[in-house]
């Protein structure tokens, strides 16, 4: 098949890595994607036409799809996820590693003839807006229309990026559902594969995924790309991904902050990312819900973008209660999948605003009613929203150079032991809050040992030795000095002995979000404590909220005994790390042990 005399490029790498690609593969034909409108149209129709995909009603969700997958195609595949660096060591010890030829072969193997029957598309893609000092190329090869018309929504898909490649380069991602279609055979509506592998080899910024249409295993831009090849590149660069959203405070004088936040899964972070401020006369605005990617800028600043052009979110539990900014930003020209659909054609799932509807076809098709006993949605069902229809979607979130971050925000759920809020001594404190963020299971006991360490919240995301990657931190901090973003760390889940909450969340989270400025401003005083510096009484405006003074003590309570008692557990999730857990985060750890007593 000769692919070069339509192809919208003369790179003669591109061409022959793409040649090479449909040769192993066999697709029936190759497609340029151009990332226009016209396209998203022409293939949202041929999904629809194929019958994986179904048009919701257009007068309550215009312009809008729902996919079905399969029950064993539903979420990111952590176990088949392999970081396949030269040396063994490099991936560390929470990464699952292959050597790169072995793998390679294994793929090459699996993937001879792999798009039978199918068109492989092309997806020139930018992550970032184009041009910008922070942002990188790729292309996609993928043989799955879902997947083009995702990546369209979710990362710059345009044309223009192949002359940006010629200056900058790029990553190449290979992605392939696995399930070549014989002469005349009909295809499934979600056809995958049971044997899954996501890969990356770093040494050479490729990505190759087999077998899955879900997600992070297919729109490889996002994890693969953003977080696992791109923590790479940063390392060796001198710069950041970061499993962060950003977000933008503005004063009531009008003094912009820009926070970046990283929280392990079921932590809110979407919700924090389109927070309503509660506290008169503070804005918050939306420039990035997952991912950030931070440079040192010419001033000595830490300048951060939102890589991706859309948001990838769980749509269970997003409601006008929960996060209305969300919901809003899914009125049209949206991808749902595994959602529910409602009789009049358009989409349900669990806690969503309003009665429980009488009548469902849930996410494996079946016709549901409340009585069925099963969930209409799947739990990890997701929206694909483009970015720019969030209704706080700040002005400033596709500026080229990025936005100066004055905030890191490290946090976890826990019921017990951790503050509200407390500030790090320093950057390099601050890299050690990151190192040893913890997190609770959403419904388990007050148990030590159910809390799950996920430093960063970049556990299944780092391409790297987690050891390492505490060290870039730490490396960080000195090249930034005195420019260095502010560290906190947060727990807006804190129960009583009773079991009660004490912190309303949501919008009110604002007001703690309004003390970290006032750090940064120097106009609010704080404590010292053991664990680093904590609000005085007062401190945090609580103008218009029932919170009382005794659940405020209870929220801010350092008890030292508390701390003390998970030591042990903080020692052992370094000392996983060995070698590379670097000497500045055991220095941590035992001053932390010295405060404490
Ligand atoms: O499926 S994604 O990797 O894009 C999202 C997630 O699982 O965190
Ligand atoms: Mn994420």
């Not at 995924?209 to 660069?237: D, H, P, Q, V």
């Not at 390492?468 to 129960?495: I, S, T």
């Not at 405006?541 to 350092?558: P, Q």
Request: glycine share 10%.
């Amino acid at each position: 098949m000769s692919i070069g005399e339509n192809a919208p490029t003369k790179n003669a790498e591109i061409l022959q890595w793409v040649e090479e690609v449909a040769a192993l593969t066999t697709p029936d034909k190759v497609e340029w994607s151009d990332g226009s409108k016209e396209e998203w149209s022409r293939l949202a129709q041929l999904c629809v036409d194929g019958g994986s995909a179904q048009w919701l009603n257009s007068e309550k969700r215009p312009n809008s799809l729902l996919f079905r997958s399969v029950p064993a195609d539903v979420a990111r595949v952590e176990g088949r996820t392999y970081i396949c660096s030269e040396k063994e060591a490099d991936a560390g010890p929470t990464n699952n590693w292959c050597d790169p030829v072995e793998m390679k072969k294994t793929l090459t193997d699996i993937s001879k003839g792999c798009m039978k029957g199918r068109t492989m598309y092309v997806i020139p893609f930018a992550m970032g807006p184009m041009g910008g000092p922070v942002t990188q190329y790729g292309i996609e090869i993928s043989d799955s229309p879902y997947v083009v018309i995702n990546m369209q929504i979710m990362a710059r898909v345009s044309l223009d990026v192949y002359t940006e490649i010629e200056k900058k380069g790029y990553v190449k991602c290979v992605h392939t559902v696995g399930y070549p279609l014989a002469d005349g055979q009909e295809d499934v509506s979600w056809p995958c594969n049971e044997e899954k592998y996501i890969t990356h080899f770093p040494s050479e910024n490729m990505i190759w995924s087999f077998g899955s249409g879900y997600g992070g295993n297919a729109l490889l831009g996002k994890k693969c790309f953003a977080l696992r090849i791109a923590s790479t590149m940063a390392k060796k660069e001198g710069w950041m991904a970061e499993h962060m959203l950003i977000l933008r405070l503005t004063n009531p004088e009008g003094k912009n902050y820009h926070v970046a936040a990283a929280f392990p899964s079921a932590c809110g972070k979407t919700n924090l990312a389109m927070l309503q401020s509660t506290v008169e006369g503070w804005k918050v605005e939306c420039i990035g819900d997952d991912i950030a990617w931070m440079k040192q800028g010419p001033d000595g600043r830490l300048y951060a973008i939102n890589p991706e052009a859309g948001f990838f979110g769980v749509a269970p539990g997003t409601s006008m209660a929960s996060n209305p900014m969300a919901l809003k930003s899914l009125d049209e020209n949206c991808i749902f999948t595994n959602v529910a659909l409602t009789d009049d054609g358009d989409v349900w799932w669990e806690d969503m605003d309003g009665p429980v509807p009488s009548h469902l076809i849930d996410w494996k098709g079946n016709d549901w009613t409340p009585e069925s006993g099963e969930k209409a949605a799947h739990p990890n069902a997701r929206f694909t929203a483009p970015a720019a229809q969030c209704p706080v979607i700040c002005p400033d979130w596709e500026k080229t150079e990025g936005v100066p971050i004055d905030v890191f925000i490290f946090g976890g759920r826990r019921t017990s032991i951790v503050p509200l809020v407390h500030e790090a001594f320093d950057f390099a404190h601050g890299a050690y809050l990151g190192a040893t963020a913890a997190s609770e299971p959403t419904a388990a006991a007050l148990d030590v040992k159910a809390i799950r360490r996920d430093p960063y919240a970049m556990l299944p995301f780092c391409g790297y030795d987690m050891g390492d990657y505490m060290q870039h931190w730490l490396d960080m901090g000195e090249k930034l000095g005195d420019k260095a973003p502010k560290c906190f760390y947060v727990n807006w889940f804190r129960k009583t002995a009773e079991g009660k909450w004490l912190w309303p969340g949501f919008g009110d989270n604002s007001r703690v979000l309004k003390w970290m400025c006032e750090r940064v401003e120097g106009t609010v005083g704080a404590q010292e404590t053991a664990i680093g510096m904590i609000p005085n009484e007062g401190d945090i405006d609580l103008t218009g909220l029932d919170v009382s003074a005794e659940d405020m003590a209870e929220l801010l309570k350092v008890d030292t005994a508390e701390w003390k008692s998970e030591l042990d557990s903080v020692k052992g999730h370094l000392e996983r790390f060995g070698d590379t857990c670097p000497k500045g985060m055991m220095d941590q750890y035992e001053a932390l042990k010295a405060r404490l007593g």
